[in-house]
Protein backbone atom coordinates (compact mmCIF):
# COMPACT_ATOMS: atom_id res chain seq x y z
CA UNK A 1 0.00 0.00 0.00
CA UNK A 2 1.33 3.80 -0.80
CA UNK A 3 1.83 5.77 2.08
CA UNK A 4 3.36 9.77 2.02
CA UNK A 5 5.49 9.47 4.62
CA UNK A 6 6.21 5.96 5.74
CA UNK A 7 9.70 6.44 7.38
CA UNK A 8 11.82 9.06 8.88
CA UNK A 9 15.18 8.90 11.60
CA UNK A 10 18.37 10.12 12.08
CA UNK A 11 21.38 8.31 11.00
CA UNK A 12 24.57 8.20 12.57
CA UNK A 13 27.35 9.46 9.83
CA UNK A 14 30.29 9.52 11.94
CA UNK A 15 31.93 12.82 13.45
CA UNK A 16 28.97 13.15 16.00
CA UNK A 17 26.99 14.19 13.44
CA UNK A 18 23.89 12.26 12.55
CA UNK A 19 21.67 13.10 9.79
CA UNK A 20 17.95 13.32 9.59
CA UNK A 21 16.51 11.88 6.75
CA UNK A 22 13.20 10.08 5.48
CA UNK A 23 11.18 8.21 2.93
CA UNK A 24 7.67 8.82 1.02
CA UNK A 25 5.80 6.90 -1.46
CA UNK A 26 6.17 3.89 -2.92
CA UNK A 27 8.75 1.64 -1.19
CA UNK A 28 8.83 -0.03 -4.49
CA UNK A 29 8.84 2.81 -7.00
CA UNK A 30 11.67 4.27 -8.45
CA UNK A 31 14.03 5.75 -6.16
CA UNK A 32 14.62 9.50 -6.52
CA UNK A 33 16.92 11.37 -3.92
CA UNK A 34 16.41 15.11 -3.30
CA UNK A 35 19.02 17.19 -2.38
CA UNK A 36 18.35 20.91 -1.25
CA UNK A 37 20.38 23.70 -1.52
CA UNK A 38 22.01 25.90 0.66
CA UNK A 39 24.21 24.61 1.98
CA UNK A 40 22.03 24.90 4.88
CA UNK A 41 18.65 25.30 3.63
CA UNK A 42 17.32 22.28 4.62
CA UNK A 43 14.60 20.15 3.54
CA UNK A 44 11.32 22.36 1.91
CA UNK A 45 8.03 21.03 3.52
CA UNK A 46 6.29 20.38 -0.20
CA UNK A 47 9.29 18.70 -1.88
CA UNK A 48 7.55 15.78 -2.35
CA UNK A 49 5.14 17.40 -4.42
CA UNK A 50 7.00 17.11 -7.75
CA UNK A 51 6.80 13.38 -7.48
CA UNK A 52 3.38 11.34 -8.12
CA UNK A 53 4.12 9.46 -4.96
CA UNK A 54 2.52 6.32 -6.40
CA UNK A 55 5.52 5.73 -8.83
CA UNK A 56 8.36 7.04 -6.49
CA UNK A 57 10.41 5.85 -3.43
CA UNK A 58 11.31 9.59 -2.41
CA UNK A 59 14.37 9.97 0.34
CA UNK A 60 14.80 13.04 1.64
CA UNK A 61 17.68 14.40 3.74
CA UNK A 62 19.15 17.06 5.66
CA UNK A 63 22.85 18.05 5.52
CA UNK A 64 24.81 18.93 7.73
CA UNK A 65 24.91 21.32 10.31
CA UNK A 66 20.81 22.34 9.00
CA UNK A 67 17.30 21.18 9.23
CA UNK A 68 16.54 18.11 12.16
CA UNK A 69 20.27 16.82 11.52
CA UNK A 70 22.58 17.40 14.52
CA UNK A 71 24.37 19.35 15.77
CA UNK A 72 22.68 22.16 14.55
CA UNK A 73 24.91 24.51 12.78
CA UNK A 74 28.28 22.56 13.51
CA UNK A 75 30.89 23.52 11.39
CA UNK A 76 33.09 20.62 12.16
CA UNK A 77 33.76 17.76 9.59
CA UNK A 78 31.68 19.28 7.60
CA UNK A 79 32.30 19.41 4.00
CA UNK A 80 31.62 18.73 0.51
CA UNK A 81 33.03 15.41 0.97
CA UNK A 82 31.38 14.49 4.52
CA UNK A 83 28.44 15.35 2.29
CA UNK A 84 29.18 12.99 -0.15
CA UNK A 85 30.43 10.08 1.77
CA UNK A 86 27.10 10.66 3.92
CA UNK A 87 24.88 10.20 0.76
CA UNK A 88 26.54 6.97 -0.14
CA UNK A 89 26.07 6.03 3.58
CA UNK A 90 22.14 6.58 3.54
CA UNK A 91 22.46 4.44 0.20
CA UNK A 92 24.02 1.50 1.32
CA UNK A 93 21.99 1.70 4.36
CA UNK A 94 18.71 1.97 2.80
CA UNK A 95 19.42 -0.69 0.06
CA UNK A 96 19.19 1.30 -2.98
CA UNK A 97 21.72 -0.18 -5.97
CA UNK A 98 20.66 3.33 -7.97
CA UNK A 99 18.31 6.09 -7.82
CA UNK A 100 18.06 9.33 -9.42
CA UNK A 101 19.15 12.66 -8.03
CA UNK A 102 16.87 15.81 -7.89
CA UNK A 103 18.75 18.75 -6.56
CA UNK A 104 18.87 22.66 -7.08
CA UNK A 105 21.45 25.10 -6.78
CA UNK A 106 23.89 23.80 -4.34
CA UNK A 107 22.17 20.53 -4.59
CA UNK A 108 22.75 20.44 -8.19
CA UNK A 109 26.07 20.81 -7.22
CA UNK A 110 26.24 17.79 -4.86
CA UNK A 111 24.14 16.03 -7.18
CA UNK A 112 26.92 16.35 -10.29
CA UNK A 113 29.65 15.60 -7.44
CA UNK A 114 28.24 12.55 -6.41
CA UNK A 115 27.44 11.30 -9.66
CA UNK A 116 31.09 12.01 -10.68
CA UNK A 117 31.81 9.66 -7.61
CA UNK A 118 29.83 7.03 -7.98
CA UNK A 119 28.70 6.84 -11.57
CA UNK A 120 27.14 3.29 -11.64
CA UNK A 121 24.78 3.89 -8.99
CA UNK A 122 23.47 6.56 -10.69
CA UNK A 123 19.90 6.71 -13.13
CA UNK A 124 19.77 9.93 -14.20
CA UNK A 125 19.90 13.57 -12.84
CA UNK A 126 17.46 16.39 -12.86
CA UNK A 127 18.77 19.62 -12.08
CA UNK A 128 17.82 22.96 -11.34
CA UNK A 129 19.99 26.27 -11.21
CA UNK A 130 22.83 25.02 -11.88
CA UNK A 131 25.90 26.06 -9.50
CA UNK A 132 29.24 25.05 -10.35
CA UNK A 133 30.86 26.35 -7.27
CA UNK A 134 33.80 28.48 -9.60
CA UNK A 135 35.24 31.54 -8.54
CA UNK A 136 32.75 33.36 -11.21
CA UNK A 137 29.76 32.06 -9.44
CA UNK A 138 31.13 33.67 -6.10
CA UNK A 139 31.69 36.33 -7.42
CA UNK A 140 28.38 36.60 -9.57
CA UNK A 141 26.77 36.53 -6.37
CA UNK A 142 28.60 38.16 -3.34
CA UNK A 143 30.51 41.41 -4.82
CA UNK A 144 29.56 45.03 -6.13
CA UNK A 145 30.99 44.18 -9.86
CA UNK A 146 28.76 40.99 -9.74
CA UNK A 147 25.77 40.47 -11.97
CA UNK A 148 23.35 39.94 -9.08
CA UNK A 149 24.46 43.33 -7.32
CA UNK A 150 24.24 45.10 -10.96
CA UNK A 151 20.45 43.44 -10.66
CA UNK A 152 19.50 44.71 -7.54
CA UNK A 153 21.77 47.71 -7.12
CA UNK A 154 18.70 48.93 -4.33
CA UNK A 155 19.36 45.80 -2.02
CA UNK A 156 23.30 44.77 -2.46
CA UNK A 157 23.73 48.09 -0.16
CA UNK A 158 22.36 46.71 2.81
CA UNK A 159 23.90 43.09 2.35
CA UNK A 160 27.59 44.83 2.80
CA UNK A 161 26.97 47.45 5.30
CA UNK A 162 29.62 47.14 7.88
CA UNK A 163 31.64 46.46 5.59
CA UNK A 164 34.36 48.05 5.62
CA UNK A 165 35.72 47.39 2.14
CA UNK A 166 33.74 45.52 0.04
CA UNK A 167 35.56 44.95 -3.45
CA UNK A 168 35.81 41.30 -3.41
CA UNK A 169 34.48 37.93 -2.36
CA UNK A 170 37.58 37.53 0.77
CA UNK A 171 36.63 41.39 1.27
CA UNK A 172 33.11 39.94 2.21
CA UNK A 173 33.55 36.53 3.54
CA UNK A 174 36.57 38.39 5.96
CA UNK A 175 33.58 40.85 7.17
CA UNK A 176 31.02 37.82 8.03
CA UNK A 177 33.55 35.88 9.52
CA UNK A 178 34.01 38.25 12.23
CA UNK A 179 30.21 38.54 12.25
CA UNK A 180 29.86 35.22 12.66
CA UNK A 181 32.69 34.53 15.61
CA UNK A 182 30.17 33.82 17.95
CA UNK A 183 26.64 31.89 16.23
CA UNK A 184 24.86 32.37 19.91
CA UNK A 185 25.26 36.27 20.30
CA UNK A 186 22.83 39.18 18.49
CA UNK A 187 25.43 40.23 15.80
CA UNK A 188 25.89 36.87 13.82
CA UNK A 189 21.80 36.45 14.04
CA UNK A 190 21.59 40.19 12.54
CA UNK A 191 24.59 39.09 10.31
CA UNK A 192 22.68 35.90 9.32
CA UNK A 193 19.41 37.80 8.70
CA UNK A 194 21.33 40.42 5.99
CA UNK A 195 23.15 37.38 4.27
CA UNK A 196 19.85 35.78 4.31
CA UNK A 197 17.58 38.78 3.29
CA UNK A 198 19.88 39.29 0.30
CA UNK A 199 19.65 35.87 -1.02
CA UNK A 200 15.60 35.78 -0.74
CA UNK A 201 15.16 39.06 -2.17
CA UNK A 202 16.70 37.85 -5.51
CA UNK A 203 15.81 34.20 -5.16
CA UNK A 204 12.29 35.24 -7.94
CA UNK A 205 11.51 37.28 -10.40
CA UNK A 206 8.94 38.54 -8.21
CA UNK A 207 9.50 38.08 -4.48
CA UNK A 208 7.34 35.75 -2.19
CA UNK A 209 7.06 35.11 1.55
CA UNK A 210 10.11 33.52 3.35
CA UNK A 211 11.08 32.92 6.57
CA UNK A 212 10.50 35.54 9.49
CA UNK A 213 13.29 37.85 9.75
CA UNK A 214 12.87 39.29 12.88
CA UNK A 215 15.19 38.38 16.47
CA UNK A 216 15.47 36.15 17.52
CA UNK A 217 16.84 34.50 13.94
CA UNK A 218 15.20 31.64 12.40
CA UNK A 219 17.10 28.46 12.83
CA UNK A 220 16.98 27.71 8.69
CA UNK A 221 18.06 31.35 8.48
CA UNK A 222 20.98 31.22 10.63
CA UNK A 223 21.78 27.87 8.78
CA UNK A 224 21.67 29.01 5.31
CA UNK A 225 23.93 31.82 6.09
CA UNK A 226 26.72 30.02 8.03
CA UNK A 227 26.61 27.56 6.10
CA UNK A 228 26.55 29.03 3.06
CA UNK A 229 29.45 31.13 4.24
CA UNK A 230 31.67 28.55 5.98
CA UNK A 231 31.47 26.87 2.41
CA UNK A 232 32.09 29.50 -0.07
CA UNK A 233 35.15 30.78 2.88
CA UNK A 234 36.50 27.54 1.19
CA UNK A 235 35.55 27.15 -2.06
CA UNK A 236 32.65 24.78 -1.47
CA UNK A 237 35.98 22.61 -0.69
CA UNK A 238 36.27 21.51 -4.77
CA UNK A 239 39.03 22.52 -7.18
CA UNK A 240 38.21 25.45 -9.24
CA UNK A 241 36.65 24.03 -12.26
CA UNK A 242 35.82 20.71 -10.94
CA UNK A 243 32.91 19.86 -12.08
CA UNK A 244 33.36 21.10 -16.07
CA UNK A 245 36.65 19.37 -15.88
CA UNK A 246 35.65 16.02 -14.86
CA UNK A 247 32.08 16.35 -16.63
CA UNK A 248 33.20 13.79 -19.64
CA UNK A 249 32.21 11.16 -16.94
CA UNK A 250 28.60 12.14 -16.81
CA UNK A 251 28.29 11.28 -20.70
CA UNK A 252 26.23 7.85 -20.53
CA UNK A 253 23.67 9.82 -17.73
CA UNK A 254 20.66 11.03 -19.18
CA UNK A 255 20.12 14.27 -17.48
CA UNK A 256 17.64 17.36 -17.68
CA UNK A 257 18.80 21.16 -16.62
CA UNK A 258 16.05 23.18 -15.76
CA UNK A 259 17.66 27.13 -15.44
CA UNK A 260 15.94 30.12 -15.10
CA UNK A 261 16.69 32.78 -18.03
CA UNK A 262 16.71 35.67 -15.47
CA UNK A 263 18.37 33.52 -12.25
CA UNK A 264 21.02 36.17 -10.90
CA UNK A 265 21.93 34.08 -8.17
CA UNK A 266 23.21 31.64 -10.10
CA UNK A 267 23.84 32.59 -13.56
CA UNK A 268 22.19 30.83 -16.59
CA UNK A 269 25.67 30.22 -18.03
CA UNK A 270 26.57 27.52 -16.01
CA UNK A 271 24.28 26.01 -17.46
CA UNK A 272 25.00 26.23 -20.88
CA UNK A 273 28.86 25.54 -19.93
CA UNK A 274 27.73 22.19 -18.08
CA UNK A 275 24.92 20.72 -20.85
CA UNK A 276 27.83 21.65 -23.91
CA UNK A 277 29.96 19.15 -21.70
CA UNK A 278 27.28 16.32 -21.35
CA UNK A 279 26.28 15.15 -24.38
CA UNK A 280 22.91 12.90 -22.95
CA UNK A 281 21.36 15.98 -21.01
CA UNK A 282 18.30 17.98 -22.31
CA UNK A 283 19.02 22.09 -21.38
CA UNK A 284 15.40 23.80 -20.48
CA UNK A 285 16.42 28.04 -20.06
CA UNK A 286 13.04 28.87 -18.92
CA UNK A 287 11.83 32.31 -19.90
CA UNK A 288 10.64 34.77 -17.29
CA UNK A 289 11.49 32.57 -14.32
CA UNK A 290 15.04 33.04 -11.61
CA UNK A 291 16.32 30.87 -9.26
CA UNK A 292 13.68 29.75 -7.05
CA UNK A 293 11.76 25.86 -7.50
CA UNK A 294 8.48 27.79 -6.28
CA UNK A 295 8.30 30.02 -9.34
CA UNK A 296 5.14 28.49 -11.35
CA UNK A 297 7.20 27.74 -15.06
CA UNK A 298 10.27 26.23 -12.68
CA UNK A 299 8.32 24.04 -10.65
CA UNK A 300 6.31 22.70 -14.17
CA UNK A 301 8.78 22.33 -15.78
CA UNK A 302 10.45 20.28 -12.78
CA UNK A 303 7.36 18.09 -12.98
CA UNK A 304 7.75 17.28 -16.68
CA UNK A 305 11.46 15.96 -15.66
CA UNK A 306 9.80 14.04 -13.65
CA UNK A 307 7.41 12.34 -15.51
CA UNK A 308 10.27 11.89 -18.62
CA UNK A 309 12.12 9.57 -15.96
CA UNK A 310 8.92 7.98 -14.97
CA UNK A 311 7.74 7.00 -18.42
CA UNK A 312 11.64 6.28 -19.41
CA UNK A 313 11.48 3.64 -16.97
CA UNK A 314 8.06 2.14 -17.55
CA UNK A 315 10.12 1.65 -20.81
CA UNK A 316 12.76 0.07 -19.79
CA UNK A 317 11.51 -2.32 -17.86
Known sequence: MTTVRYHQGHLDVGDNHHMYYECSGNPQGIPVLMLHGGPGAGLSPDYTDF????AFHVIGFEQRG???????????????????????????????????LFGGSWGSTLALLAALEEPDTISGLILRGIFLARQQDFDWFLTPQGGAAQVYPDLYPTYIEGCPEATSVEDILQYY??????????????AAIKWYNWEESIARVYPGPGYPTTLPAHPTVMSLAV????????????PENDILNRAGALAHLPGIIIHGRCDTICKPENATALHERWPLSQLHLIDGAGHSSSEPAIKQALKNAVQHFRTLSQNTL
Open 66 to 100: CGRSTPHLSLTNNTTQHLLADIRRLREHLGINKWL
Open 51 to 54: FPLD
Open 227 to 238: LEWHYIAQQCFI
Open 177 to 190: RSQFADLTSEQAQL
